[in-house]
């Protein structure tokens, strides 16, 4: 079924859609015929000006679309909206294997860069938890079944049918030998709390390098699944 999209800069008929305070307009995809209202969407692009002065670094599509299909036309819109609001180049963030997907190849944009990839390893992890400091804390992130972690590191745990992925953050600087304990205590947990998982995914940018030596400790590997950022060139 064909999709029309929708340029919106209203917060109000926006709705759920609108991304926060930066947000300057919400590019939304409907089936042809459809009634108004975002509750019809079936994938849209909110565009985020993140203030900077450089017009290359200004402009920002968040996605929430998984069909290329879909992407490419909402992609184009926002491209046009930055454009006419004087930007000089649209960057957008997506997951992505080891190729670029349709998106990136029909709008000509280029790879600016890895924003991090997928570690995996399979599950019973069968490793004991060594620092009483990792704990789980509270977590109020929409899809997340619990936070373990300590102030400065954690992971927001993720539950995908009988995958667990590991969502990592950290507000310090710390070293492998805390990384495997935190990683370690998490592993625990989905053994102990999650019975029946087959595979833990933890998600490392491509210099963590403390991150990365901690993960092959505890038997993870990269795989070829990976988020990166894409620059389309405005002209």
Not at 45 to 60: E, H, S
Not at 82 to 89: E, F, L, N, P, V
Not at 137 to 165: H, K, N, Q
């Amino acid at each position: 079924m064909a999709n029309f999209v929708e340029c919106i800069t209203d917060p109000d008929a926006a709705g759920e859609l609108w991304c926060g305070d930066r947000t300057v307009a919400v590019l939304a995809a409907r089936p042809q015929g459809a009634a108004e209202g975002v509750e019809g969407v079936e994938g849209s692009v909110a565009l985020l000006d993140l203030g900077a002065d450089d017009p290359a670094l200004r402009f920002v599509a968040v996605l929430d679309c998984a069909e290329d299909a879909i992407l490419v036309p909402l992609l184009q819109g926002a491209a046009d909206e930055a454009r006419k609001a004087g930007g000089s180049a649209l960057r957008w963030i997506t997951e992505e294997d080891t190729s670029p997907g349709k998106a990136a190849v029909e709008l000509g944009a280029l790879e600016s860069g890895e924003v991090y990839r997928w570690w995996r390893r399979d599950l019973p992890a069968g490793v004991p938890v060594r620092d009483a400091a990792v704990r789980q804390l509270p977590s109020e992130e929409e899809g997340v079944a619990f936070r373990i972690g300590t102030d400065e590191a954690w992971y927001d745990v993720e539950l995908d049918d009988d995958r667990a992925r590991l969502v990592h953050d950290r507000e310090a600087d710390s070293t492998a030998d805390a990384l495997t304990a935190l990683t370690s205590a998490a592993l625990h947990a989905l053994d102990t709390d999650h019975p029946g998982l087959r595979g833990a995914e933890v998600n490392a940018a491509p210099d963590d390098e403390d991150l990365h030596a901690a993960l092959r400790r505890l038997g993870f590997e990269a795989t070829t699944s990976r988020a990166v950022e894409y620059t389309l060139a405005l002209t």
